[in-house]
């Protein structure tokens, strides 16, 4: 089994300027698998196929993933054109992963789908895709989307999509749809209870993913987790101490994924809640993350 270990930033990141580049450029030459870039209209992040085609040109061997791109409300056809295009021009550096959408109604708008329809524009939408992405022409005729003989090249060697979530209709959703599975805010009982789950719908479905695509996204504080954030697990996991949620020191976060990874999980992607400002603190805190982190992959 592959451990590999991966940053992320978060939907709250400032790095849409020259910085960006800076992290980008560290992560390589530090030997991380992969860079996370999250989606947030309303924010300073920035868009995350921007972002990873910006940095998929600027490297040679750091990975690229969303986490996640808002997929309800996006062409999927023009989207899927765009992946492959990106996968493709990166030697298949890509890791796409899809989520139904930001939780505040105000920022839901720019997606232009109703809340309770996500989910049904989802499970659509990345059947198109799907399609898209074997070259042959796409005939889908459904609710939404009506295709017949659209062909979209070129044609990405592999494209695994990644999914999240834990609630039982999301960890259903992986089962049937998903080739990996990446969830946040969970602790090492959950992701083993979530991977039984999601393996018996693939049975039932006929399908399987792979034993080393089962992963985990981890948020870390080394100055202590904020109190907004107490606010929101005490409310989300009322049942846990924060702590076992968000590891406040180097050794915690990897006492963390070691306890993920006797649990089956390989596939990890580091995010610091409190970032670096500077680029020269930029540096600092990547180096330790690599010597703290990096020893653990396999």
Known sequence: MKVRIGFGLGTRTNLHDERFGHVVDELERLSFDSLWVSERIGAAAPDPLVAMAYGAGRTTRLKFGMSVMVLPGRNPIVLAKALASLSTMSAGRLLPAFGLGQVHPVEQQAFGVERTERAAWFDESLAVMRQCWTGEPVVHHGRRYDYDGVTVRPVPARMDVWLGGYAPSELKRVGRLA????????????????????????????????????????????????????????????????????????????????????????????????????????????????RALLPLET
């Open 179 to 290: 080739d990996g599975w990446l969830p946040s805010f969970v602790t090492p009982a959950d992701a083993a209870a979530g991977r039984t789950v999601i393996e018996q719908v693939c049975e039932e479905h006929g399908r399987e993913i792979e034993a080393d695509h089962y992963g985990v996204l981890i948020p870390y504080s080394l100055t202590g987790v904020p109190d907004p954030l107490l606010a929101q697990l005490a409310k989300r996991r009322p049942d846990l101490d924060p702590a076992a949620l968000v590891p406040t020191s180097w050794e915690a976060l990897r006492r963390l994924i070691a306890d993920f990874v006797e649990v089956g999980t390989t596939k990890f992607v580091v995010l610091p809640i409190d970032e670096p400002g500077t680029t020269a603190a930029w540096t600092a805190h990547l180096e330790e993350a690599a």
